[in-house]
């Protein structure tokens, strides 16, 4: 059983930049894939990024390049950094968890999940 626990969401105006983290228990972050989706008003939830277990990051194309995910070993913790925020990424962000041994941007694949946390990005 792995739990998941997200901080660090909150408001900003377009441009801006956030912080979140993710705190596992239950697993090593370094032993299992961590990754992070969004789910916008009225739409499903998306990938985000993804960290493999050694240490591969893969983002979607609407973020690469403002937003990158890392971990912490010491601390079991999974970040994701945004910079230049867009309106277009408000979106509650959840963190989530998969045992197997593949990197995926499929919910489906993803056996655990945190409760999420608000991003607002204002214009």
């Known amino acids: 059983q792995v739990q998941l626990v997200e901080s660090g969401g909150g408001s900003v105006q377009a441009g801006g930049s956030l912080s979140l983290s993710c705190a596992a228990s239950?697993?090593?972050?370094?032993?299992?894939?961590m990754a992070w989706f969004r789910q916008a008003p009225g739409k499903d939830h998306e990938f985000v990024a993804a960290?493999?277990?050694?240490?591969?990051?893969y983002a979607a194309d609407y973020v690469r390049g403002r937003f990158m995910i890392s971990r912490d070993n010491a601390k079991n913790t999974v970040y994701l950094q945004m910079i230049s925020l867009k309106p277009e990424d408000t979106a509650v962000y959840y963190c989530?968890?998969?045992?197997?041994?593949?990197?995926?941007?499929?919910?489906?694949?993803?056996?655990?999940w945190g409760q999420g946390t608000q991003v607002t990005v204002s214009s």
């Open positions: 989530a968890a998969r045992i197997g041994a593949w990197y995926s941007g499929k919910v489906s694949d993803y056996e655990y």
């Open positions: 239950g697993r090593t972050v370094s032993s299992i894939i």
């Open positions: 960290i493999t277990r050694n240490g591969n990051t």
